[in-house]
């Protein structure tokens, strides 16, 4: 990796001079998807990470359907060793069946996150981001037509200029505070403890046990390691700069479950809280912010991590269109107004969990009828489909098709050529694809135009495929680089004005 950055590299957009196209802080699964998504798209990346190297700590286990699909569609999956799905699932505890819902179930289980950020470091060095560690954001300054970076380094302070800069810091996001973005929502109420045990030989608790004096969690990670929750009732928020001792953890655990683990020890132990907030902006000016920089809640289904992954490939082929000169007018507007209202959605439903998971009496009446209603297959639909992150609909225009502003569902289709493919190898490069399912040759000519950006492919379902047809009664589909549906044919309408509005225009009209 190549020690310091080239100055003064002109920006292709804005025709003024930059050291790179992005600047993103943090290399936590957030900030490495982007970095690789910006690569895709053509925009000179720069990521400033304040650890020397991957601590291997792994806070998070697993990522939900939608965010295993959005690896899929580039090529990630095989990657991640001994991924394991499951079609059970629960939400606040309450279990039910994740595949009442087509293609749905509970997302990738056992995948450390030390080990999704090592497949997505690789997978955007390898691309050509420029991942630089020991970098600590200190300051920016949003000049209108560029944004100034400032950075302590193990060489010493240093500043950097870039088209945009990016977020990508967590909760405590100093991006965010310098950018003077608000942060609203609840405080934390309760303080609770996160854990990889040893030497405990403990019981599997996969969905929680919830007891008197609180709510414990266990499963295994590796031989004689355990993974453990522990949420003891009336124990408050600690300040994050207070270190956690496997001490406190032991005497929690056996206030709760009456089991002495003070004998074992712990290969880290950390704290969390079920503070709420969300950013009032996902973008102002030149900086912007994703993952837990914009969004913060109660854990709950690997849901936080999957976000931010998603926040990422959303973001990613927005901003390199804008520095590479392509973008319609609100392109990279349509970053909050797509995820700003997904963020929302998540933080109701992971507060609701907490609600029925971790509420003492007061809550039980809320848990049994959530059990009772777990019973209607709608009930269920549609809490899988929340948590799961597959019915995500973004507003894409007007139009009834089931597809449209929904995520391209897998399916394996057959080629103009005969050989077989799938909807998710389609979207490896990140580039728009319009799927021609009817074979016509006028729509190709007209796609022509934007053959930069799109992907024409001619195809059908194929043969063995026997799932229910996601594309009733449209000739053609034009998928997004993050996967999602933007135009079809059933809803009427010019595929010219879908590829204007998201692709830009043709070639020969620029």
């Known amino acids: 990796m190549p020690s310091r950055i080239a100055a003064h590299t002109p920006n292709r957009q804005e025709g003024t001079f930059v050291d790179t196209d992005v600047i993103i802080v943090g290399a936590g699964p957030t900030g490495l998807m982007l970095a690789g998504e910006l690569r895709l798209g053509g925009a000179r990346v720069v990521v400033a990470e304040l650890l020397d190297a991957p601590t291997g700590q792994s806070r998070g286990l697993g990522f939900t359907a939608r965010a295993m699909e959005a690896f899929d569609q580039r090529g990630l999956l095989p990657g991640f060793d001994g991924l394991q799905t499951s079609p059970l699932g629960h939400f606040g505890g309450v279990q039910f069946d994740y595949t009442v819902l087509e293609d749905a179930h509970f997302g990738a289980r056992g995948i450390p996150q030390a080990q999704t950020e090592a497949v997505l470091e690789q997978w955007a060095g390898e691309l050509g981001a420029d991942i630089r560690r020991g970098w600590e954001f200190r300051a920016l300054t949003d000049h209108g ?119 074992g020890g712990a290969e880290w132990v950390s704290s969390f809280t079920d503070a709420t907030r969300q950013a009032t902006e996902y973008r102002r000016g030149r900086v912007l912010l994703a993952g837990d920089a914009a969004h913060i809640h109660l854990p709950a289904g690997g849901q936080g991590l999957s976000t931010g992954v998603q926040d990422a490939v959303n973001l990613g082929w927005k901003l390199a269109a804008e520095v590479a000169g392509w973008a319609p007018a609100d392109l990279l507007d349509s970053y909050h107004a797509e995820r700003h209202p997904v963020g929302e959605r998540l933080l109701s439903n992971t507060r609701a969990q907490g609600m029925v998971f971790l509420g003492g009496e007061e809550a039980d009446p809320l848990r049994e009828l959530l059990t009772e209603l777990m019973a209607y297959d709608d009930v269920k639909r549609h809490l899988a489909g929340s948590v799961s992150h597959l019915d995500i609909r973004y507003d894409l225009g007007t139009g009834s098709h089931p597809l449209l502003g929904r995520r391209l569902p897998p399916r394996t289709l057959r080629t103009a050529t005969g050989t077989s493919t799938t909807t998710a190898e389609l979207l490896y490069q990140g580039q728009g694809v319009l799927l021609d399912l009817a074979d016509d040759a006028e729509l190709r000519r007209t796609a022509e135009g934007w053959k930069d950006r799109v992907v ?55």
């Open 145 to 263: 037509d560029r944004v100034e970076v400032t950075v302590a380094t193990p060489q010493g302070e240093q500043r950097l200029t870039a088209a945009y800069l990016v977020g990508c810091d967590g909760g405590h996001s100093m991006v965010r505070k310098a950018a003077g973005i608000d942060f609203p929502g609840t405080p934390a109420t309760r303080g609770m403890y996160l854990a990889d045990v040893v030497g405990c030989g403990l019981e599997p608790r996969f969905l929680g046990e919830k007891l008197p004096n609180g709510m414990v969690m266990a499963a295994p990670l590796a031989d004689g390691v355990d993974r453990i929750i522990v949420c003891p009732n009336g124990t408050p928020a600690r300040d994050r700069s207070e270190s956690v001792t496997f001490a406190e953890v032991a005497d929690a655990w056996q206030r709760i479950t009456g089991e002495d683990i003070s004998h």
């Open 456 to 510: 024409t492919v001619t195809a059908s379902l194929a043969p063995t495929e026997i799932r229910t047809d996601p594309f009733v009664d449209a000739a053609a589909v034009l998928v997004r680089p993050d996967g999602y549906v933007a135009w079809t044919s059933a809803d009427g309408g010019r595929v010219t004005a879908a590829l204007e509005r998201w692709f830009g225009t043709a070639a020969a009209a620029r």
